[in-house]
């Protein structure tokens, strides 16, 4: 049985029990159980339907909870109150939900959690796996997210803003469990995005699979950082470049630029050239130009800066690495880059060294500790 | 969300403002103390910011390697350090601001005299995977 498929079917059911008059909390946990039904019977009995199926045992299971905590009474009144099923236009029910899962009074962490749950349809399990925490953190997020909705008037749509900000923290992070979040964010977005037409849906969809292309050329043996330049070109995926420049020629075509169909085309112009060499820099500082004119992020200002590096030469990189912020994450690394490209060796390997201490992940301090040891001659190390 | 460890320090860290060592408390000053640890781990597991945590022994042992086929070299409990650890939480927060945050609460627990120890105690990030994104 294909778990995708059944995951895909999830976040229609909810909307349905939901319009049908269920509280979103209990129409959730209600597909989630009839899920674990289908898991239990579908390889034995599969279903012609299986929405349907979905549907009509989910919504068993919730007249069944209503039932147990109700009275004789109020459970009777509530089954002749029941409106007859209708079809329903499930598009609707799925960018509702997004919208929901993604409430501007949920922080980061839980929207991300419940997003996977709802959207997803990923089981608990699933999400505590990838993200490499206990069980019972995640139910109690989960819960704890439900909770804080159950009050909210929930009748206007949200920020759309918010809803792709999610998605795109899914996308970024690591990759704990079984489930692969990137490609679980790649495929929550293309359903955003095919049911909102919004350009900057269509623009991180793009950003997403240009990226994801190159992911099996990011890393070498023991989960080495392979930086872009030293990449192996021809195991990026091909296919997936072609349809990411595809989306946002499409999105670009609609002039309604926005900060990721900006990072996108910065993306899609590095996966077009055939080595870093030929990397047509000066286009990509025109786009850091929009990005920085659209966000005013101290990050793409860093991320400029390395670019006119490229295009302009080190020294005009590094005077513009001069006007950011040296607090910034990665400020260190991109200054040691810099003064190696423009010869000045010494004080290269210090600030790799530098940067090493700083960095946030395993895999990009032993790359700039390589760096160093490389610079000062202990090129074995490397 | 990102992990943080939380180190709490029998010694080794900076003097805490109510001073006064735990075995110089009331009894009931050590219940309540206790209390309060125990409902403050219990709160973040309500808001799934718990992932675990445990209290360590004062008593270690340094260890290291003693060469090929030879038994490995220990040195008594701690001879040299200034540092012994009296145990650890992790969080799973949403920020940074938000670990300090939660440190300073922990750090608020009863002391001598029903009043807060307000003891220093250690915040380091964990090592995360490298993002998706890196160029």
């Not at chain 1, 490499?132 to 997210?145: C, F, G, K, M, Y």
């Not at chain 1, 009050?151 to 923290?169: A, E, F």
């Not at chain 1, 513009?320 to 004080?347: I, N, W």
């Not at chain 2, 103390?33 to 910011?49: F, N, P, R």
Request: include cysteine; glycine fraction near 8%; aromatic fraction near 6%.
């Amino acid at each position: 049985m294909n778990d995708t498929l059944l995951r895909e079917l999830v976040p229609a059911v909810i909307g349905v029990l939901v319009r049908r008059g269920a509280e979103f909390a209990a129409a959730e946990d209600a597909v989630q159980e009839a899920l674990i039904r289908a898991l239990e019977t579908w390889p034995g009995d599969p279903p012609r339907d299986p929405k349907g199926w979905l549907v009509a045992t989910a919504w068993r299971k919730f007249l069944d909870a209503v039932r147990s905590e109700s009275a004789r009474q109020r459970r009777e009144l509530a089954v002749e109150a029941e409106p007859a099923p209708g079809s329903v236009a499930a598009t609707d029910d799925t960018l509702w939900l997004y919208f929901l899962c993604a409430h501007p009074s949920l922080s980061p962490g839980t929207a991300v959690a419940l997003t996977l749950r709802a959207v997803g349809g990923l089981t608990t399990r699933q999400i505590a796996a990838a993200y490499l925490v206990p069980e019972a953190t995640i139910a109690q997020r989960i819960s704890r997210a439900k909770r804080q909705l159950a009050g909210l008037p929930l009748d206007r749509p949200g920020d759309p803003g918010t809803v792709l900000r999610v998605l795109y923290l899914v996308f970024n992070e690591g990759y704990g469990g079984d489930v692969d979040l990137a490609a679980e964010a790649i495929r929550l977005t293309r359903q955003l995005a095919a049911a909102t037409g919004d350009p900057e849906a269509a623009g991180l969809l793009a950003l997403m699979l240009l990226h994801h292309a190159r992911r099996a050329s990011r890393t070498g043996p023991g989960g080495r950082l392979v930086p872009l330049a030293e990449q192996d070109r021809s195991r990026w995926d091909t296919a997936l470049i072609a349809e990411g420049v595809e989306i946002l020629q499409a999105a670009l075509a609609r002039d309604r630029l926005g900060e990721y169909q900006a990072q996108a085309a910065i993306a899609a112009l590095h996966a077009d050239a055939p080595s870093a060499a030929e990397t047509d820099w000066v286009q990509i500082v025109e786009w850091y130009d929009e990005l920085l004119g659209l966000t005013g992020s101290p990050v793409v200002r860093l991320n400029r800066a390395v670019a006119i590096g490229e295009a302009d030469g080190p020294r005009a990189g590094l005077a513009e690495l001069d006007k950011v912020d040296p607090a910034l994450p990665r400020h260190q690394a991109a200054r040691a880059y810099l003064l190696e490209r423009a010869g000045e060796r010494e004080r290269a390997a210090e600030l790799y060294a530098e940067a090493a201490h700083l960095a946030a992940s395993l895999a990009e301090r032993d790359h700039l500790t390589r760096a160093a040891a490389r610079l000062r001659g202990n090129s074995e190390l490397s | 969300m990102a992990k943080y460890l939380l180190l709490k320090h029998y010694r080794g860290a900076p003097a805490p403002t109510n001073d006064v060592p735990m075995d110089r408390w009331t009894p009931e000053e050590v219940t309540a103390h206790i209390q309060y640890m125990q409902d403050w781990a219990a709160k973040l597991q309500s808001t799934g910011e718990f992932v675990d945590g445990q209290a360590v022994s004062p008593q270690g042992t340094f260890v290291r390697s003693g060469g090929p086929g030879q038994p490995p070299v220990t040195d008594g409990p701690f001879a040299e350090t200034k540092d012994l650890i009296a145990g650890w939480m992790v969080i799973d927060v949403d920020s940074y601001e938000r670990a300090l945050e939660l440190a300073a609460e922990l750090s608020d627990a009863p002391g001598a005299g029903g009043r807060p120890i307000q003891e220093w105690l250690e915040l380091r990030p964990f090592m995360t995977e490298a993002p998706t994104v890196l160029e």
